[in-house]
C-alpha cells in the first residue's frame, strides 16, 4: 500500500478537540512532503475522535492508482469503524473510509488501463477520507460519463454488496421474495432498486417510520421497524420469504431464520444493533452475540434452509476475490447505463463536517447514501456571539424605527 508519512501540522478550527490532542501525537512528521487534508480518527470512541488535519500525501507505488478525490461514502460501517466495535481494526491514529471517486492524479509502475485525468470510483482498505488516495489498480473502476462524484461515491459499496447477496449467494430469480431491514439506508435502497431489475419480485422493507412516504415506491410492502415485523410479513405470504438479508443480527437472527420459506436463503451482512449509542457499548454487544439463536446444522437440513454470511471488505481485502468484485462491477455498470439502477444520495458534508453527518445516521435521519464532498466548504457556524449580536442590532432599529414614527406623528 502506499506510503504515507503523516505530518500533522494544521487542524481546521472547527474540528479541534482539546480532549483528543495527546492521541494524535502518535503521527508520524514526514518533514518537507506535499500535504493534503484528510479525516484522523485519533482513537476508538465517540464523535471527538474524529478532526481534519494536514497529512503528508501519499505517492503510488508498484501496482496503485493515485486519485485526486471529489466525493466519499460515509457508510454505517464507518461508526462501527469510529466505535471499534469491528473485528482486528487496525491501530489509531487512522484515515477511515472504504470508497471514494475522483480523478486519476498519476499512476505507478505496471499500470495499465488507466491514465491521467480519468474520472474512477474506488475501494481503499481505509485512508479514503482524504484529498488524495492511492489505492490497487485492482480496487479502482472507471465511471461512466454521465456519473456523478456523489452518485459514483455513492455506488461501489452498496450496490456491489447488494448485488452480491442477492444474485451470487442467494440466487435471486423470478417470483421470489425478498426482506431487507433498513430499506431507507444505502444498501437497503440498492437492494430494492436490484430486485426492481427481476419480474416479480416482492420485495418487503423495514425503516423508520418518518421514511415511508419517501420510500414507499421502491419496495411491495414496507413496515415500521417497531412493529412485529414476523406477523406483518404473515399476514401477507404465510409461508414466509425466500430471502431475508439481516444487517441487525442479535435477536433478528432468530426471527429471520423462522420466517424462512422452505429453500429459503437467511443471509447476516452487518451488526446495526451492536451500535447503541455515541461509543461502543459493552452491554449491546454481549446481548447481540447472545441473541444470536444457535444454529443447528440438523435444524436447517430438516427445514432445508440455507444460512449465510456476507462481507465485501473482507472478500476484497483479505479474501482476495477482486476480479469476481470487478465482474460484478461491469454487470452493475450496465443496469446503471441502461437507467435501471441508479444510487440514492441522501446529503452530501464537507470533511469538516463529518461528526455532524454520522450524528445524521446515529438518528437514522438518512434515505439513501451520505456523502463527504473533499470540495465542499463547511457551512458555517452559527455561534451564540453571533446570534446575541444579531439579537441586539434588531431590538436598536425597532428602537430607531419606533423613535422616528413617534417624531413623525408629533410633527
Ligand atoms: N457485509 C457487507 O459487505 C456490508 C456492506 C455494506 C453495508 N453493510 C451493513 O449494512 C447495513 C446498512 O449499511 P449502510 O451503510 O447502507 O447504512 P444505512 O442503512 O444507510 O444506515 C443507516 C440506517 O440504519 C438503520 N439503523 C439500524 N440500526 C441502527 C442503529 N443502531 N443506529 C442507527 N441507525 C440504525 C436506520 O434506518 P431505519 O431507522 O430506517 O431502520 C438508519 O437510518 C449496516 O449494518 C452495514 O454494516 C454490510
Not at 112 to 135: H, L, P, Q, S
Request: with cysteine; aromatic share 8%; net charge neutral.
Amino acid at each position: 500500500m502506499a506510503k504515507e508519512g503523516a505530518d500533522m501540522t494544521e487542524e481546521t478550527e472547527y474540528m479541534i478537540d482539546k480532549n483528543v490532542g495527546k492521541e494524535t501525537e502518535n503521527v508520524e512528521s514526514s518533514g518537507d512532503a506535499k500535504e493534503m487534508r484528510a479525516v484522523i480518527l485519533a482513537g476508538f470512541g465517540g464523535l471527538n475522535k474524529l478532526r481534519v488535519t494536514k497529512k503528508a500525501m501519499p505517492e503510488p507505488q508498484d501496482g496503485e492508482v493515485k486519485i485526486r478525490v471529489k466525493a466519499c461514502g460515509l457508510n454505517f460501517l464507518d461508526l462501527m469503524v469510529r466505535q471499534g466495535t469491528i473485528d482486528n481494526p487496525p491501530k489509531p491514529p487512522l484515515v477511515p473510509g472504504f470508497e471514494c471517486s475522483g480523478i486519476v492524479e498519476s499512476v505507478g509502475e505496471n499500470i495499465k488501463g488507466f491514465e491521467i485525468g480519468d474520472r474512477v470510483m474506488a475501494f481503499v482498505n481505509y485512508n479514503a477520507w482524504a484529498e488524495v488516495v492511492c489505492t490497487p489498480v485492482d480496487f479502482v473502476y472507471k465511471m461512466p460519463d454521465e456519473m456523478t462524484f456523489a452518485e459514483a461515491a455513492a455506488f461501489s459499496l452498496n450496490f456491489v454488496a447488494a448485488y452480491m447477496m442477492l444474485f451470487e449467494v442467494a440466487n435471486l430469480r423470478e417470483g421470489m421474495s425478498v426482506l431487507v431491514h433498513s430499506a431507507g439506508g444505502g444498501v437497503g435502497q440498492a437492494v430494492a432498486q436490484l430486485c426492481s431489475t427481476v419480474p416479480n419480485v416482492t420485495v418487503f422493507g423495514i425503516s423508520s417510520c418518518f421514511k415511508h412516504a419517501a420510500i414507499r415506491d421502491s419496495v411491495t410492502h414496507l413496515f415500521d421497524r417497531n412493529v412485529d415485523y414476523i406477523q406483518e410479513v404473515k399476514k401477507v405470504s404465510p409461508q414466509g420469504v425466500d430471502i431475508l438479508l439481516d444487517c441487525l443480527c442479535g435477536e433478528n437472527t432468530g426471527k429471520g431464520l423462522s420466517l424462512l420459506k422452505p429453500l429459503g436463503t437467511y443471509i447476516l451482512y452487518g451488526a446495526s444493533n451492536m451500535v447503541t449509542g455515541e461509543t461502543k457499548s459493552f452491554f449491546s454487544f454481549a446481548k447481540s452475540w447472545w441473541q444470536v439463536e444457535k444454529v443447528n446444522p440438523i435444524k436447517l437440513y430438516e427445514e432445508n434452509k440455507v444460512i449465510a454470511g456476507f462481507s465485501l471488505l473482507n472478500l476484497l481485502f483479505k479474501q482476495g476475490r477482486c476480479s469476481l468484485v470487478k465482474s460484478v462491477m461491469d454487470k452493475l455498470l450496465c443496469l446503471y447505463n441502461q437507467k435501471k439502477i441508479k444510487p440514492v444520495v441522501d446529503s452530501l458534508w464537507a470533511l469538516e463536517e463529518v461528526k455532524e453527518a454520522m450524528q445524521r445516521i446515529h438518528d437514522r435521519g438518512n434515505i439513501g447514501k451520505l456523502i463527504l464532498d473533499v470540495e465542499k466548504s463547511p457551512t458555517p457556524l452559527v455561534t451564540t456571539t453571533n446570534l446575541i449580536c444579531f439579537f441586539l442590532v434588531t431590538c436598536r432599529n425597532e428602537v430607531i424605527r419606533k423613535h422616528t414614527s413617534t417624531d413623525r406623528a408629533v410633527k
